[in-house]
């Protein structure tokens, strides 16, 4: 069995979450608050949470990649995995369509238990 599906699985959601919050939380109130202001130093200090999500999402392409070699897809849904990190929230709807997908034409891939 492999632990690549789960490890997919992880990364996918953790880049989600560190992208959602980079883009949808840190750089609106590090650009849109009022100079000075609380919310703009919170924004500024939290922006270094892009750097986290640039090491995590080298790890999820990595990942990504070696499980588009072990299932065979397509190489656009392929690109469209791997690219899917890079605009907010559209990863968690991909880590859906993979997992569909990879039960029902990988099945040996899914852990049991």
């Not at 109130?29 to 609380?38: P, R």
């Not at 392929?78 to 880590?95: D, R, T």
């Amino acid at each position: 069995m492999s632990k690549l599906f789960p490890a997919y699985r992880v990364l996918a959601i953790l880049v989600g979450i560190l992208l959602a919050f980079c883009s949808l939380v840190a750089m609106p109130l590090k650009y849109l608050a009022s100079d000075g202001s609380g919310l703009q130093h919170f924004g500024d200090q939290a922006s270094i949470m892009w750097v986290a999500h640039g090491w995590v999402f080298i790890v999820y392409v990595a990942v990504s990649f070696l499980l588009w070699r072990q299932t065979r897809w397509s190489l656009p849904f392929a690109i469209l995995v791997l690219l899917s990190g890079l605009i907010p929230l559209v990863i968690f709807y991909v880590e859906r369509v993979v997992t569909r997908r990879i039960r029902a034409e990988h099945p040996e891939l899914v852990p049991t238990g």
